[in-house]
């Protein structure tokens, strides 16, 4: 089992999940979050006075999954949250070593 954990822009969240939707992967957790990379921030201007953003505005999505759709998972990520340009985000890869589903008790795979 592995966690994937993308790091996207907002607005391509609704993209993403409904590309994750059409393949029948079921299940993530979204978090809004900041942070910043290469870009390290932006300068914007307001009523005349600049401000200096130093943390962006991300979107942190974690998807449990089983080994043998990893591949999938990210090559759908990377499709649908990509643009090309600087920003478009980050995909981290873990392992699970136990999931439990608290309700029923059930571990492992079938807990996914």
Do not use: C, W
Not at 21 to 38: L, N, P, Q, S, Y
Not at 60 to 83: F, H, M, P, Q, W
């Amino acid at each position: 089992m592995k966690l994937v954990t993308a790091i996207i822009k907002p607005h391509k969240l609704d993209d993403v999940r409904e590309a994750l939707a059409d393949r029948d992967i079921k299940g993530m957790t979204v978090t809004e979050v900041k942070g910043f990379g290469r870009q390290r921030g932006h300068v914007e201007l307001y009523r005349g006075a600049e401000y200096t953003i130093d943390f962006v505005p991300k979107t942190k999505l974690e998807i449990a999954i089983n080994d043998d759709r990893l591949d999938e998972v990210i090559e759908l990520i990377t499709e649908t949250a990509g643009s090309g340009s600087i920003g478009d985000g980050k995909i981290f890869v873990t392992s699970l070593e136990q999931v439990f589903r608290i309700r029923t008790g059930e571990s492992g795979d079938v807990a996914l």
